[in-house]
């Protein structure tokens, strides 16, 4: 998720303590300049990560550090993961194989390319998974692993991890 | 310094004619094929022995097998070059410990022994005062194990990962390069000489794995087997799936890994970017290391090949010579 607020002096060490507080990630701080029309003032964005349901405490301990949080993006699908598939991925129904990801809610497919050679012949495709964390993606790489195994597709899993 | 060679095939040949076209001061007094021998204490003619080979005859003489060049030929070293045997690691392995039993120090390219009984070995050697080196048995000409014994010995090595078989990795880059079906690369990789009549122990992840084990067992003070390595190989890839990667600008690669504070030995097809630098072409080895002190190296060179393999047993055979052969 992303946090933006205003580049106020103090604002941004302010912010940073309760982040950690609640077991949130850091992934980045970005300064963005508005428009150029707008004031001179700046806005920083903290892309975090932050464990499930802890947004509210999070909020809370920032405004009690008076902290003025602008605007909160909940970009949840931080995590992305492409890997290929070979087999025969239509007679082991397709839609299956990517429903056991999307119903996990914390992952899910963000985008397949299918490649059929012919009738008979194994297919290839390539699977997108995004997710909010990345033990999220650990585990729907697991549960893609036990899919392809049931269903004899061999999964070809990217060197360095998400 | 003397050494005796068992095994005058690809890597057996290559020693002799390191030995023959430059000055390395080794002396050859025992050497054996699958069916015959020589020693002679004063050093064998060794353009001859060569030369009886090339015209598809034995090395030396029906009477002398390569029990009797571990048991009575008088050497420093023996060199044990014959075919990895992964099951029981025979006949390599009564070699070896024929030779160590003797106080001879032993170098080999021969996986099978090293990835089956290293600590026996090891003991048995340390036992007898000599050493045995095994250079050759990872990655041909890559000095990959000496760097991480000696060059790297204060390091602790998170992750090992790289491409281990050169035949594989032969096989996707003509796959990826000019579409080919796996079928019309292998029968490509057997006309080049770089694939066996049968490739199961390369396409299959099996060599991989044994080198693996190799590495796990003698460097990063894992116990392992080659049943512990997670293994998927090649023979399933399409044309398809190397052009869906291209898309993406990657590739797929046969990569070997190594985790060890997880316990993970694994190789399997991965999707690597194809600008990564374990994204070698042809018959080419590379492997990175992951450590703490001196972060990544990636070490890339010919894993494969008569002279390149020979120069890992040469590294090997003046490294005791420098340390402990006294005379030669
Ligand atoms: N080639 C490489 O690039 C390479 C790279 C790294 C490691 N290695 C390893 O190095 C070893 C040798 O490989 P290579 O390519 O040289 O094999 P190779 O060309 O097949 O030669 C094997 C040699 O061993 C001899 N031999 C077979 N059984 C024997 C026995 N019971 N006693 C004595 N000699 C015996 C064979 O005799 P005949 O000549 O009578 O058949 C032949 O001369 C293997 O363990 C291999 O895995 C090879």
């Not at chain 2, 060199?79 to 032993?106: F, M, Q, S, W, Y």
């Amino acid at each position: 998720m992303k946090l933006e607020m205003r580049d106020q002096p103090g604002q941004l060490v302010a912010a940073l303590q309760p982040i950690s507080a609640v077991g949130g990630n850091i992934i980045a701080v970005i300064h963005q300049r508005e428009t150029p029309a707008a004031t001179e003032t700046l806005d920083v964005q903290i892309v975090l990560e932050l464990p499930e349901g802890r947004l509210e405490k999070l909020l809370e301990l920032l405004r009690e550090q008076g902290v003025n949080v602008v605007r909160i993006g909940e970009e949840r699908l931080l995590y992305e993961c492409t890997m290929i598939m070979i087999g025969h991925l239509m007679h082991t129904d397709l839609s299956d194989t990517v429903d056991r990801i999307d119903t996990t809610g914390s992952a899910e497919v963000t985008e397949l390319s299918l490649v059929m050679p012919a009738i008979s012949s194994p297919s290839s495709a390539r699977i997108t998974i995004r997710s909010t964390t990345r033990d999220e993606m650990k585990r729907a790489i697991r549960i893609l692993r036990s899919v392809a195994e049931q269903k004899h597709l061999l999964i070809i899993e990217p060197l360095e991890d998400a | 310094m003397r050494i005796a060679i068992l095994g005058f095939g690809s890597v057996g040949r290559g020693i002799a004619r390191a030995i023959l076209a430059k000055n390395l001061d080794i002396t050859v007094t025992g050497l054996a094929d699958s069916r015959s021998g020589i020693i002679d204490p004063a050093g064998i003619d060794l353009a001859a022995a060569l030369a009886k080979k090339e015209n598809g005859g034995p090395c030396g003489g029906p009477d002398v097998g390569p029990a009797d060049v571990v048991a009575k030929a008088d050497y420093d070293v023996l060199v044990e070059v014959t075919p990895t045997n992964v099951d029981d690691g025979e006949p390599a392995l009564g070699h070896i410990r024929g030779a160590l039993g003797r106080h001879k120090h032993v170098v080999t390219s021969n996986k099978g022994p090293i990835a089956l009984a290293y600590p026996e070995l090891r003991d048995l050697a340390a036992a007898n005062g000599v050493f045995l080196k095994y250079e050759a048995t990872v990655c041909g000409a890559i000095p990959l194990i000496h760097a991480m014994q000696e060059g790297l010995a204060g390091n602790t090595i998170s992750r090992l990962y790289g491409v281990f078989n050169g035949t594989c990795n032969y096989i996707l880059t003509r796959m990826a390069e000019d579409s080919l079906t796996y079928e019309q690369a292998l029968a490509e990789a057997r006309e080049l000489g770089y694939a066996e009549a049968d490739p199961t122990y390369d396409v299959e992840g099996i060599d991989a794995g044994v080198k693996l084990v190799i590495l796990a067992n003698t460097i990063l003070d894992m116990r392992t087997a080659l049943d512990d390595v997670e293994r998927t190989g090649i023979t399933l890839l399409t044309p398809e799936a190397l052009r869906l990667a291209e898309d993406q600008d990657c590739t797929i690669r046969l990569i070997g890994e190594i985790v060890p504070e997880a316990g993970v030995l694994r190789v399997s097809p991965r999707l690597v970017a194809k600008a990564h630098p374990l994204v070698v072409e042809g018959t080419l080895n590379a492997v990175t290391v992951e450590t703490d002190l001196a972060g990544d190296l990636t070490f890339i060179g010919k894993g494969a090949g008569s002279v390149e393999t020979a120069s890992a047993v040469i590294g090997d055979l003046l490294y005791i010579r420098d340390r402990h052969v006294q005379g030669s």
